[in-house]
C-alpha cells in the first residue's frame, strides 16, 4: 500500500531554514533509509511526538506511545488515517474483525474522551467494530458521556474470562491500550491470548525515556552519517540522574553538578555554530507524561536551591507515583509563534504505523520560548494539511507549501523509529 505523507503548513513565514533545506536535498537517501529500517524493527502501532523547532536545530523532546489527541486532528486526512490504520492492523492482526480500544481511568477529562471517541470512530471507518472498555473499579455498567463536539462517548467495564477479555458479549480479536500504565501492569491485561498493542511493556511502569533518547541518538547519528550533517542538529543532548528524591533532597548534589555539565556542553555546541542565546536545561521525570514533574532550568544554582514547593512539584507523578530518575535534557528553543499574540507554538506529529497522518500546534500564551507548553492554559490548533503528496516537491520555493513540513516528518519518524528498537 502506498500512503502519502502529508505535508503539513507552518505558522513559520520565509526561506527553509539549512537543516530543513538540507533534508529536502536528500530526500531520496532519508526515505530509502528509513525503508530499510522499518523491514528491519517494525514500527510501533501508533505515537505521537512533540517537536521543538529553534531554527539552528529541530529535535523531538518528547515520544508518547499512547497518544490521546486525536480530536485535535484536521479532519481534512481522516481518509489518510483509515488507511494508516487498516495497513497498521493488518500487519500486527490481519484476522481482526473487533477491536478493543482500553481507555485511561480518568472521565473528569472531556478532551480525552473527545480524543477516545475520535480514534473509535477512525476504526469504524476503516471497517473494525470498535469499543471502548475501561479498567476502572467503580464502573459497574456502561457509562454514556456527552462530549462538548455533540458526540458521545460510551464506555463499558472490562471484564475477563480466562484468557481474554471482554465487554459483555463484545469479545475483541485485538486489544489496543490508550492507557499509560503509569499505574502499574494490570493483571488483568497479562498473559491474554488476544493480541495487545503496544505491548504492556510499552508503559510508564516499564519504559524509561532515558532508555528512548539513547535509541534516538543512535538512530539520529546513523541518519546523520547518511546525509552528511551533525547529528546534534536533529538531537537534544541527554543523560540520566538516577536515585533522586527531591522530597528528603536525596541526590540533588550530583543533580545540581550533571546538569552544571550539560550546561556547559551545549554552551559548547553554541559557540560552535555562533549562536547568541542563552542555554537551558529541561529536568523530567524519567518516566510518566502530562506535562508532570518538568523543569526548566537555566543555571546549575537553580538546582541547588530549589525551595520546598519548587522540590514538591518535582516529587511526584500522575498516580502518586514518587520521581526517583530524572532525565536531564538539552532544553531546545521553540521560535514558532501562532496568531495576533504570537503566543509560543510547539508542533506535535501523529503517525500510525509508519505514516505521518496529522498534527496539531501545542499553544500557550503565557510560556516562553524556553519553556515547557504541556501545561495548564495551552491549547490547540489543527496543523492545516495542502495537498497529499509522496514527496516534496523540489521544483517548488523551499518554502512552497508541499516542502514545508518534510523536515518535521523526517524527524518524527526518526523517533518513531526510536521507540521501535526501544520495543524491540
Known amino acids: 500500500m502506498n500512503l502519502a505523507v502529508p505535508h503539513l503548513t507552518t505558522a513559520l513565514n520565509g526561506p527553509l531554514l539549512q537543516l530543513e533545506t538540507h533534508l529536502l536535498a536528500h530526500q531520496a537517501q532519508v526515505e530509502t533509509w528509513l525503508r530499510e529500517q522499518w523491514i528491519k524493527t517494525p514500527t510501533p502501532f501508533y505515537a505521537s511526538v512533540d517537536l521543538r523547532n529553534a531554527g539552528f536545530k529541530l529535535a523531538p523532546v518528547d515520544t508518547n506511545l499512547f497518544p490521546a489527541g486525536f480530536n485535535n486532528l484536521n479532519p481534512a486526512f481522516l481518509p489518510l488515517c483509515i488507511q494508516a490504520v487498516q495497513a497498521a492492523v493488518e500487519r500486527v492482526c490481519p484476522e481482526a474483525r473487533r477491536v478493543l480500544i482500553i481507555a485511561e481511568n480518568h472521565t473528569r477529562n472531556l478532551f480525552y474522551l473527545e480524543s477516545l471517541e475520535s480514534l473509535r470512530d477512525i476504526f469504524e471507518k476503516a471497517g473494525f467494530e470498535a469499543r471502548l472498555g475501561s479498567m476502572r473499579e467503580d464502573l ?215 505514516f505521518v497522518i496529522g498534527g496539531f500546534y501545542r499553544v500557550h500564551t503565557d510560556r516562553g520560548v524556553n519553556e515547557n507548553l504541556n501545561a495548564p492554559g495551552m491549547h490547540f490548533e489543527p496543523l492545516a494539511f495542502v495537498q497529499p503528496c509522496n514527496t516534496p516537491n523540489k521544483e517548488d520555493m523551499p518554502d512552497a507549501e508541499p516542502n514545508r513540513f518534510y523536515a518535521y516528518g523526517v524527524i518524527a519518524r526518526l523517533a518513531l523509529l526510536a521507540a521501535a528498537r526501544e520495543l524491540a
Open 140 to 354: 459497574d455498567e456502561t457509562m454514556s458521556i456527552d462530549l462538548p463536539s455533540g458526540k458521545i462517548c460510551v464506555l463499558e467495564p472490562l471484564r475477563r474470562n480466562g484468557n481474554r477479555v471482554h465487554l459483555g458479549d463484545f469479545s475483541p480479536c485485538l486489544v489496543l491500550l490508550n492507557n499509560d500504565l503509569s499505574a502499574g501492569r494490570p493483571e488483568m491485561l497479562e498473559g491474554l491470548e488476544q493480541q495487545v498493542i503496544p505491548p504492556l511493556s510499552a508503559g510508564w511502569s516499564d519504559r524509561k525515556k532515558s532508555d528512548h533518547f539513547i535509541h534516538y541518538h543512535n538512530v539520529a547519528q546513523e541518519l546523520a552519517e547518511q546525509i552528511d550533517i551533525d547529528p546534534w542538529l536533529i538531537s537534544p543532548l541527554s543523560l540520566k540522574c538516577g536515585e533522586v528524591n527531591f522530597k528528603d533532597r536525596v541526590g540533588i548534589e550530583c543533580l545540581t553538578k550533571q546538569v552544571e555539565n550539560m550546561l556547559i556542553a551545549i554552551q559548547k555546541k553554541y559557540d560552535e555554530y555562533g549562536i547568541d542565546k542563552p542555554p537551558f536545561v529541561v529536568v523530567k521525570a524519567d518516566s510518566g507524561t502530562y506535562g508532570m514533574g518538568i523543569m526548566t532550568v537555566k543555571s546549575a544554582d537553580e538546582i541547588a536551591n530549589l525551595n520546598r514547593k519548587q522540590r514538591s512539584k518535582m516529587a511526584s507523578l500522575k498516580g502518586g507515583r514518587v520521581v526517583e530518575d530524572v532525565l536531564i535534557q538539552e532544553g531546545v528553543y521553540t521560535f514558532e509563534t501562532l496568531g495576533k499574540d504570537n503566543a509560543v507554538a510547539e508542533p506535535v506529529v501523529y503517525m500510525m504505523d509508519r
